[in-house]
């Protein structure tokens, strides 16, 4: 009987997956919002216009209809340091920031990993980037603490029920090549979502929606905005940090947690460079394509992750009152990189490229060189201008050391 309802099971997820679209000649036709008219139809010529009358439209845009805006809460935060035995690592050092943020309804802590050079005559820039296995994931270090939190991952990465267990430790250590990092003179800062907000529909409950009275309102945050407000906190720690350049701090997101990555750097400006790796729907890919994961796919698989209004778009994408090259715009004039990988088909890497190409105008405001191509590049041909960069990397869903060394590449022409 087990048997036969995971088979009826497999078999609705294909059919329902299958009704997904890959043909590129059977995207509908659409008009992308105009990101240079304002909301009363006056034209946005200038940086000092988009920045007075468009930039907040448009950011409240996506926080009313898409990922939902933080509702007012009172809380404190602390933070406490365990420095970590690295073992014969001479290259960095390695500690634990636990970030508390407590009121007087609840308490949640979000424990961040810090890895910093060894040796650095500055503040050094960071990454800054979610996991999803837990920072013992992330890194062979035995003494990194296992978490005790929700993760997400399956056996072969030592996550049972959703729960990590020791075997899980360095199981993800690849998409976090921190020799690499701290060669290049950068340091990694790390924390699983699960602290933050637990991947799942629990009707926002847990994580920090246990320190608020109401559950959101249809305009108010889901998980992914909960997730990008938890990484705006782990910057206010790293803008405090004197052995960190604070004005230095790129955040960086692989999958949902690039979506997260993405919203994180449009709603806080104080990070300076921010990085998409394979984010797709909600992301970086262009909702209106609808090719791969659709508005209507993801809200069913993920209810939690947008706001409520974002399911009124369930099939109904052209009446977004915009679209995700408006989000790429929210980073001008920061840099963003924007990665792809070629058999990510689900996430839709030409929409991803062509987001980051249609927020040029913005850029071209400030004064900045933008993609010039409408057509994504080669595989694995990375391309930068001024403020923007992209890639598509041969191979699957991933981040790979390839994918760190374009950042790291990109990061290095900013500053
Ligand atoms: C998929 C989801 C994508 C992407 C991915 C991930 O199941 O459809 O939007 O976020 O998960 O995060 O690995």
Same mark, same amino acid.
């Given at each position: 009987m087990k048997s036969f309802i995971q088979l009826f #099971? *497999?078999?609705?997820?294909?059919?329902?997956l299958s009704a997904q679209n890959y043909d590129e000649s059977k995207?509908? %036709?659409?008009?992308?919002?105009?990101? #240079?008219?304002?909301?009363?139809?006056?034209?946005?010529?200038? !940086? =000092? $216009?988009?920045?007075?009358?468009?930039?907040?439209?448009?950011?409240?845009?996506? $926080? $009313? $209809?898409?990922?939902?805006?933080?509702?007012?809460?009172?809380?404190? /935060? !602390?933070?406490?340091?365990?420095?970590? =035995?690295v073992g014969r690592a001479t290259?960095?050092?390695?500690?634990?920031v636990i970030i508390s943020i407590s009121n007087d309804r609840g308490a949640i802590e979000l424990n961040m990993l810090l890895t910093l050079p060894a040796t650095s005559e500055k503040p050094v820039p960071v990454?800054?980037?979610?996991?999803?296995q837990g920072n013992q994931a992330t890194n062979s270090n035995p003494n990194i603490s296992v978490t005790d939190n929700y993760v997400i991952g399956s056996d072969q990465l030592g996550v049972i029920d959703n729960r990590a267990t020791e075997q899980s430790r360095g199981s993800r250590a690849s998409r976090w090549p921190v020799d690499l990092i701290v060669s290049e003179g950068y340091g990694l800062a790390t924390i699983n979502c699960g602290d933050i907000d637990p991947d799942f529909d629990? %009707?926002?409950k847990n994580g920090i929606h246990s320190l608020l009275e109401q559950p959101p309102l249809a305009d108010q945050w889901g998980t992914i905005a909960a997730w990008a407000w938890g990484l705006s906190r782990a910057l206010d720690?790293?803008?405090? =940090?004197?052995?960190? =350049?604070?004005? @230095?701090v790129s955040v960086i997101g692989h999958s949902r947690l690039g979506k997260a990555a993405l919203w994180a750097g449009a709603s806080d400006q104080r990070f300076a460079l921010v990085i998409s790796n394979d984010s797709g729907c909600g992301g970086a890919a262009l909702s209106r394509r609808r090719i791969g994961e659709t508005v209507k796919a993801i809200n069913t698989s993920f209810p939690h992750w947008f706001c409520k209004n974002f399911h009124l778009y369930n099939d109904k994408e052209d009446k977004l009152p915009l679209d995700?090259? /408006?989000? /790429?715009? *929210?980073?001008?004039p920061r840099p963003v990189y924007v990665a792809s990988a070629v058999e990510d088909e689900w996430a839709d890497p030409k929409g991803e490229y062509l987001s980051l190409? @249609?927020?040029?105008?913005?850029?071209? #405001?400030?004064?900045? @060189?933008?993609?010039s191509a409408e057509t994504p590049p080669a595989v694995d041909s990375p391309v930068a201008t001024d403020r923007q960069g992209y890639h598509i990397r041969s191979g699957g869903h991933n981040l790979t050391p390839y994918d760190w060394q374009q950042f790291i590449k990109f990061a290095g022409s900013q500053w």
């Amino acid at each position: 009987m087990k048997s036969f309802i995971q088979l009826f #099971l *497999l078999l609705s997820i294909t059919a329902s997956l299958s009704a997904q679209n890959y043909d590129e000649s059977k995207i509908p %036709d659409y008009t992308l919002p105009d990101l #240079l008219i304002d909301k009363n139809g006056g034209s946005v010529t200038s !940086a =000092d $216009q988009w920045e007075q009358r468009r930039r907040d439209e448009v950011l409240s845009l996506f $926080q $009313q $209809q898409m990922y939902g805006g933080v509702p007012d809460f009172n809380y404190e /935060m !602390a933070y406490q340091s365990r420095p970590l =035995d690295v073992g014969r690592a001479t290259a960095y050092t390695q500690e634990e920031v636990i970030i508390s943020i407590s009121n007087d309804r609840g308490a949640i802590e979000l424990n961040m990993l810090l890895t910093l050079p060894a040796t650095s005559e500055k503040p050094v820039p960071v990454f800054l980037g979610l996991n999803f296995q837990g920072n013992q994931a992330t890194n062979s270090n035995p003494n990194i603490s296992v978490t005790d939190n929700y993760v997400i991952g399956s056996d072969q990465l030592g996550v049972i029920d959703n729960r990590a267990t020791e075997q899980s430790r360095g199981s993800r250590a690849s998409r976090w090549p921190v020799d690499l990092i701290v060669s290049e003179g950068y340091g990694l800062a790390t924390i699983n979502c699960g602290d933050i907000d637990p991947d799942f529909d629990d %009707d926002f409950k847990n994580g920090i929606h246990s320190l608020l009275e109401q559950p959101p309102l249809a305009d108010q945050w889901g998980t992914i905005a909960a997730w990008a407000w938890g990484l705006s906190r782990a910057l206010d720690y790293l803008q405090e =940090d004197e052995r960190i =350049d604070g004005r @230095k701090v790129s955040v960086i997101g692989h999958s949902r947690l690039g979506k997260a990555a993405l919203w994180a750097g449009a709603s806080d400006q104080r990070f300076a460079l921010v990085i998409s790796n394979d984010s797709g729907c909600g992301g970086a890919a262009l909702s209106r394509r609808r090719i791969g994961e659709t508005v209507k796919a993801i809200n069913t698989s993920f209810p939690h992750w947008f706001c409520k209004n974002f399911h009124l778009y369930n099939d109904k994408e052209d009446k977004l009152p915009l679209d995700q090259h /408006m989000l /790429m715009a *929210l980073m001008a004039p920061r840099p963003v990189y924007v990665a792809s990988a070629v058999e990510d088909e689900w996430a839709d890497p030409k929409g991803e490229y062509l987001s980051l190409y @249609k927020a040029g105008p913005v850029f071209r #405001l400030y004064q900045f @060189k933008t993609l010039s191509a409408e057509t994504p590049p080669a595989v694995d041909s990375p391309v930068a201008t001024d403020r923007q960069g992209y890639h598509i990397r041969s191979g699957g869903h991933n981040l790979t050391p390839y994918d760190w060394q374009q950042f790291i590449k990109f990061a290095g022409s900013q500053w």
